[in-house]
DNA sequence: AGGCACACCCACACACCAT
DNA sequence: AATGGTGTGTGGGTGTGCC
């Protein structure tokens, strides 16, 4: 590693100065410029501007370096031109975050999953009587204002991108309302302290935070480990894998800077593992223990994120550090809870079989029940039961009855109370209150409190056998991810987990910026030549089936591959190139069937944005991903399905050797290639997709 | 000889499904 | 429809052995 930590912790604030003192706006920056950007008009632009042009393509992150690109394919951080155009429009140094690419060959996406349930609304729990357990354990996250300081450099690596304004007084704010809310409020979170320094003032709270020179904004906006930093953390260990290899302070800070940004799961496995592709030489279960025993001390702070786990931003669209953990993935029952429910369940019991409520003593019985009222009452009630003659709730024992317990039930209970879902509350009640004794637990509780004694929650109820293979929990990550590797991945052991599957399309930012670009490329593309119709997305039938008709190869092949022929869900189909809504299809042809049906229904130019969407929430397919297939099929939205056929058969992402469809080689051919070159592509494309391809790349569309 | 890297553990929260 | 069966990864660790 070439940088300097002081590269690190001057590059923001030096770059702000200069802003100030009317640098060109780009001051401070250096480019490189790939070849599919129109690089003399946007080499002068950065030049007038104060920045600088690289000539060669840097090898690893460095601060204020980027590749300028449509595409990045470098795994290095990239920035789509529009930053570069849309900043000197407006003379202003934009955002940079929308504008960063997310790499082409993908990577775990490190947001947190939504799941499909709402395990993690607002769990918001109000502890009656102050909960005597887990109270404090994050205790070991310990905040060390000692070590402060250093807690940004290889950060700003990590994070890759910064172009925030650290002295932001605004952000500052709005940390300090945050402290202060918080500390009124108290609840579902943990607060990160330092031993020495308990009664930290707000002033020393923000003043920490002030003096964090790491920025607060990061590569891509998604909650994640981001692209970049696969390059830093390549380069800066070259021991072969099979040693132990010590952690240098690239990857410690990259560690913290993923944890920073998925705090909900700081305490998974899984986030390690994910986090151990990144990193050469480490496993996720020794990144886990890194992290655990060393690193969590010096977390300081997270960054803010929504109920959804999800990083949320300011109004600058900076993220916002907080030194309030956010809580997990699953909570622990604590004794109240387990009290509550349990008095709960036994006065849901009470209503059933007396029919009476047994807080009020009224009857439940109405003249105008309606009739399905009436026979679901039947259904529980004591039909010996004399109205009147009923115990009070206090005297009432539940004995061996036991439901039945209307799924109701805990759909409400759960609905009030948000700290645990409907599932987690009817499992507590099955492994634990039944076993125990729903009685029993309520004599225990109220034994406990009445002789001023805390109450435990049930433990040790569950004996279910122990599963074969390896135990839960072990990420020996035997297997690593060939790293950098340009050809598609293997689907990673989480995909099958129930957390890892993003719900939601990640790259949201991202591809938003990314589809705006090429729709308003699009438009000027159709000022310019308004006449041909002959756009992508536009691709009339007519040009498209000439091109079709004109080829010199034999394309049927290609489309008719047997669907039925490719095994569900296909090898290279990552979580990372579909939702999981992809893998509800049942097989690749009723998958197919859907991309058929969508590719036929007609989209307006100004329409890419709804088509990307509509692939995405019909089939899965992530918008980052058919955004970048339609950019390698110029458009031609019916080669889709070719695609896809094509990919899944060969397990090649993007395919090759494929009429229609365009690899980085291909591009690289066509304008750089000899006469052999083209001669070849006329083979591949034929020469009406070739005037296509090279319209894109006029328009700087690939 | 002990500290660090890495493996491994397991109860259980939360989930989904078949019947 | 209520219930039992059971998959899965979290959360909080401990065990092991290399350097």
């Not at 912790?9 to 599919?36: N, R």
Request: hydrophobic share 30%; proline share 6%.
């Amino acid at each position: 590693m070439s940088e300097s930590q002081n590269d690190f912790e001057t590059a923001p604030d030096h770059f702000s100065e200069e802003l100030k003192s009317h640098h060109g706006i780009f001051h401070g920056l250096k480019f490189y410029f790939a070849d599919d950007v129109n690089k003399d008009f946007y080499k002068s632009v950065v030049v007038k501007l104060g920045g600088a042009v690289l000539e060669e393509a840097p090898k690893d992150v460095k601060p204020d370096h980027y590749i300028v690109s449509h595409v990045n394919t470098f795994d290095l951080p990239t920035v789509d031109p529009l930053f570069l155009s849309n900043s000197a429009e407006q003379n202003t140094l934009l955002n940079i975050g929308p504008f960063i690419l997310p790499p082409v060959n993908g990577g775990p996406q490190y947001e947190v999953d939504v799941g499909e349930s709402d395990s993690r609304i607002d769990r918001r729990i109000t502890h009656a009587n102050g909960g005597h357990d887990d109270v404090d354990s994050a205790a070991d996250v310990r905040q060390s204002l000692a070590h402060h300081d250093v807690a940004s450099a290889a950060v700003a690596a990590a994070a890759a991108v910064s172009l925030t304004h650290p002295e932001s007084s605004h952000a500052r704010q709005e940390v300090k309302q945050i402290g202060r809310q918080k500390n009124a409020t108290y609840g579902g979170h943990q607060k990160i302290e330092d031993p020495s320094q308990r009664d930290t003032t707000l002033e020393q709270e923000t003043s920490l935070i002030q003096h964090d020179n790491n920025p607060g904004n990061s590569n891509s906006g998604f909650a994640a480990v981001g692209e970049a930093p696969k390059a830093v953390l390549t380069s800066s260990s070259n021991l072969p894998p099979h040693n132990k290899s010590s952690f240098t302070e690239e990857e410690d800070e990259f560690i913290l800077d993923v944890v920073r940004k998925n705090p909900t799961r700081r305490t998974t496995h899984t986030l390690f593992d994910e986090i151990s592709h990144y990193v050469p030489n480490h496993t996720g279960n020794s990144i886990r223990h890194r992290y655990r025993v060393y690193l969590s001390k010096r977390l300081n702070y997270v960054y803010k994120v929504d109920e959804n786990g999800k990083l949320m931003r300011d109004e600058k669209g900076e993220f916002i550090k907080t030194d309030i953990l956010p809580q997990g993935l699953k909570r622990k029952f604590t004794a109240d809870e387990d009290y509550q429910l349990a008095v709960n369940i036994k006065k849901q019991f009470y209503k059933d079989i007396y029919q009476v409520d047994p807080d009020t003593g009224e009857s439940l019985i109405r003249d105008d029940d309606e009739p399905s009222t009436v026979a679901k009452r039947k259904m529980v009630m004591d039909p010996t039961f004399i109205p009147g003659k009923e115990p009070g709730f206090d005297e009432y024992s539940v004995c061996d009855r036991r439901g039945p317990l209307s799924r109701e039930f805990f759909k409400t209970y759960g609905e009030k109370h948000p700290s645990h879902t409907e599932n987690a509350w009817r499992d507590r009640f099955r492994k634990f209150l039944l076993n125990y004794g729903i009685d029993e637990y309520i004599s225990y509780y109220e034994t406990e409190r009445a002789n001023n004694r805390i109450p435990e929650p049930m433990k040790n109820m569950t004996n279910r056998v122990k599963r074969p293979g390896p135990a839960p929990g072990n990420y020996n990550n035997a297997k690593k991810v060939k790293f950098m590797s340009p050809t598609a991945h293997q689907p990673s052991s989480a995909s099958a987990n129930h957390y890892t599957i993003p719900q939601d399309d990640l790259l949201d930012e991202e591809t938003l910026s990314f589809i705006t670009g090429l729709k308003r490329d699009l438009s000027r593309m159709e000022s310019q030549q308004s006449q041909s119709p002959d756009v992508p997305f536009e691709y009339t039938q007519e040009l498209a089936e000439s091109i079709r008709n004109n080829f010199t190869m034999e394309e049927t092949q290609f489309d008719n591959i047997n669907p039925d022929e490719i095994p569900f869900p296909p090898q290279i189909a990552t979580t990372d190139l579909f939702m999981p809504e992809f893998f509800h299809f049942a097989t690749t042809r009723e998958f197919l069937n859907k991309v058929h049906e969508i590719v036929n229904r007609t989209y307006h130019t100004s329409q890419a944005e709804k088509l990307v969407e509509d692939l995405r929430d019909e089939c899965g397919i992530r918008k980052a991903f058919s955004t970048s297939i339609l950019t390698a099929l110029s458009g031609d939205l019916m080669v889709l399905p070719r695609y896809f056929l094509c990919a899944f058969r060969y397990s090649a992402n993007p395919p090759m050797n494929v009429p229609g469809i365009w690899t980085k080689e291909d591009d690289e051919m066509l304008k750089n290639g000899s006469d052999d070159d083209m001669k070849l592509l006329i083979k591949k494309h034929g020469t009406g997709r070739i005037d296509m391809r090279k319209r894109f790349h006029q328009n700087d569309l690939v």
